[in-house]
């Protein structure tokens, strides 16, 4: 299966290129409103986020619940999570996991979905982190 993927952080859109006319799915993710304290963005930190997560009959995730989140914190990661869509991919039920790494002085570095039939890992370019 072939995944159209718009991955929006730090006013920057990514997407994958796959033809309009292709079989795919497509999954918009907002990782602008996940956000590292401005303290934390002046010290040497590198850590993980991990969410559960199941998706509606729309494809927006829906109990979300933090597994690993030891400096973001879960209303503002669940808050941002909500507003992703998942288009016609698993939808109704759908269980998932997501791992988000963050490196210092390179923002998030990747992201990976797992649950119900995806396995998806999408390595993210390095960004200017603000100091």
Same mark, same amino acid.
């Given at each position: 299966? %072939? ?5 929006? !952080?730090? &006013?920057?859109?990514? $997407?994958?290129?796959?033809? #309009? =006319? &292709? *079989?795919? $799915?497509?999954?918009?993710?907002? +990782? ?5 304290? #401005?303290?934390?963005?002046?010290? =040497?930190?590198?850590?993980? +986020?991990?969410?559960? !997560?199941?998706? *509606? ?8 619940? &933090?597994i690993k989140d030891?400096?973001? @914190?879960?209303? $503002?990661?669940?808050? &941002? ?11 109704? %039920?759908?269980? !998932?996991i997501l791992k ?6 390179? @923002?998030?570095? *990747?992201? $990976?979905?797992? @649950? *119900? @039939? +995806? ?11 603000? =100091?």
């Amino acid at each position: 299966m %072939n995944y159209r993927i718009v991955i929006i !952080f730090s &006013a920057i859109v990514l $997407q994958s290129i796959i033809p #309009p =006319n &292709a *079989d795919s $799915q497509t999954l918009c993710i907002d +990782l602008s409103a996940i956000t590292l304290s #401005p303290k934390l963005l002046k010290v =040497n930190f590198t850590s993980t +986020l991990v969410y559960t !997560f199941r998706l *509606d009959k729309m494809g927006h995730p829906i109990e979300i619940k &933090a597994i690993k989140d030891d400096f973001i @914190g879960e209303k $503002q990661v669940a808050e &941002a999570i909500r507003t992703w869509t998942f288009s016609d991919i698993y939808v109704d %039920n759908g269980f !998932f996991i997501l791992k988000m790494t963050w490196v210092h002085d390179r @923002g998030w570095t *990747d992201m $990976q979905l797992l @649950g *119900d @039939g +995806l396995d998806m890992t999408i390595y993210l370019p390095s960004v200017e982190v603000p =100091n």
